[in-house]
């Protein structure tokens, strides 16, 4: 009769090597790709955010000067402001606040006995924003503008980059939209 051999077991030696598998080394490069790229997606994000965030602090203070113009049945004004206390005439940047005002003898400026309604103290410094019609925008009590015109939010300092508009029609209709251009 013949014996079968029993088999014979095979013991691995354990590496004693402290470093990564190749696998190892793939996943952690592969993961890094995927936070680098959404880096770049997430800041964009950010910065469509503070635009539209920007824009919509527009909005909301031209309705609020609309409506309080038809409210009072008198002309109410958003002028740049800094303080909250007067108009800025010398700078044609409103991302630092504007104000909203009674005025009824149409100056431009918030003179004594003028009621300040609201003062919005501005908007993120990174954007800028522009008023295309003047110093001011004003409501009769009909709610139409004065002068029609836009403003235009923008990230400071960019090119080619992404914009927001709020138009302000004749009739008084607030008119959002994007497009791409430069902030100067």
């Not at 598998?21 to 503070?50: H, P, Q, W």
């Not at 003179?111 to 008023?131: C, F, K, P, Q």
Request: hydrophobic share 30%; aromatic share 6%.
């Amino acid at each position: 009769m013949c014996k079968q051999r029993a088999p014979e077991k095979r013991t691995f030696r354990q590496s004693t090597g402290r470093g990564f598998s190749l696998i190892e080394v793939m996943i952690v490069l592969v993961l890094m790709s995927i936070l680098a790229s959404m880096s770049t997606t997430l800041g964009s994000l950010l910065d469509r955010f503070k635009l539209d965030s920007g824009s919509q602090a527009a909005v909301g203070s031209i309705n609020l000067t609309r409506s309080e113009a038809i409210k009072r049945g008198s002309l109410v004004s958003i002028c740049r402001s800094s303080t909250g206390l007067d108009c800025d005439s010398t700078s044609t940047d409103w991302s630092t606040g504007w104000t909203v005002f009674t005025n009824p003898n149409d100056n431009d400026s918030i003179d004594a006995g003028e009621e300040v309604i609201r003062y919005h103290n501005g908007i993120s410094s990174t954007l800028r924003m522009t008023w295309t019609s003047g110093n001011t925008l004003t409501f009769n009590p009909r709610g139409r503008p004065v002068s029609s015109g836009s403003f235009v939010v923008c990230l400071n300092g960019r090119t080619g980059t992404d914009l927001r508009t709020v138009a302000v029609s004749g009739t008084g209709t607030v008119r959002k939209s994007s497009l791409t251009g430069n902030c100067n």
